[in-house]
């Protein structure tokens, strides 16, 4: 990869923009899809923390098996130069080089995406020791529970849930890995302006008389609130009794020009530029009524502080929760 990162040393801006905005990018039925950006910047950020840090907050060890060589290089080298924008203070060693990307990750968006794994199939683990035999991930992206997690396979069926040329992108890697996918895990491919969520699950094994753990992470604030919730209220008319629901949010002061921080202004308008524009925070306050009036119980609602004291203590200095960022848990009751 050093060697990766050498070649992108010496592109210009706009080769190295030309790059980026070609990550993703597929055919479906002979027409150009684009798959989520930030479904590839999420799984750099987990690949990275796991070949490179310790302890570990989240060990996503496969995460580098779906990114290509170049792009792992691509997203170091572009973490770096967002720190390091004056050439003459260019430094050569890839130790050197490396020990900054971390510090901006820790400090940036790595710490919301790690917590937000973690959290999400810790309560998994729990939900199945309660009998939970449904695992549904909505907007999977690239995550890689079923390439990890074979002790669990066997205890639950998997339902990846995204949209078709994101998955599209995932299933084609992991056929060049030579992975098979086993009985118990299953892809659909969803196009939300054009099928709901309720109607996409009758397409799968999905058995609504058995309670389900859905994961639902990265995604809230992409969508406009009505839509969040009526996602949540089908989620509720769809799903089991003592089925659980893991998400995370941003609270609605990151959307207030007069208290977002600077950094989450700055990731609004990255992710924007990525053609993925944030559009929705939830206020924690609230959170428990406006669960309740769509179908669930709100069992937890970590705020920044509690994923920080919960994930980031010793040895992992640095790492931030993301002032705005917030972490919940619900059941059907």
Known sequence: MDQ??????????????????GIGQTNIDGRPAQASRTAFITAFMRAFHSINETPKVFDDWMAVRLLSTEEYAFFEEMYYRETVK?????????????????????????????????????????????????YVLLGAGLDTFALRRADLLDKIQVIEVDHPATQAVKRQRLSVMGFLAPPSLQFIAVDFSQENLPHALSRSSFNSEIPAFFSWLGVTYYLERENLFQVLHS???????????????????????????????????????????????????????????????LLQNLSPNDIEKIYFQEGTEGFRAGKHIHLALAVRP
């Open 4 to 21: 990766e990162t050498g070649k992108l040393k010496t592109r210009s801006r706009e080769e190295f923009v030309a790059f980026l905005q």
């Open 86 to 134: 004056d050439e003459t203070k260019e430094l050569t060693s890839p130790a050197q080089r490396r020990a900054v990307v971390t510090a901006v990750l820790r400090a940036g968006a790595a710490g919301g995406v790690l917590s937000r794994a973690r959290f999400a199939e810790d309560s998994l683990e729990k939900a199945i020791d309660q009998g939970v035999r449904q």
């Open 235 to 297: 989620l509720s008319q769809t799903a089991a009794p003592h089925s659980q629901v893991a998400f995370d949010y941003m609270d609605i002061e990151a959307f207030d020009p007069d208290t977002a921080t600077p950094r989450v202004k700055d990731l609004r308008n990255k992710v924007r530029l990525l053609g993925e524009p944030m559009k929705t925070g939830l206020d924690p306050r609230t959170l428990e009524k406006d669960l309740r009036q769509v179908g669930w119980k």
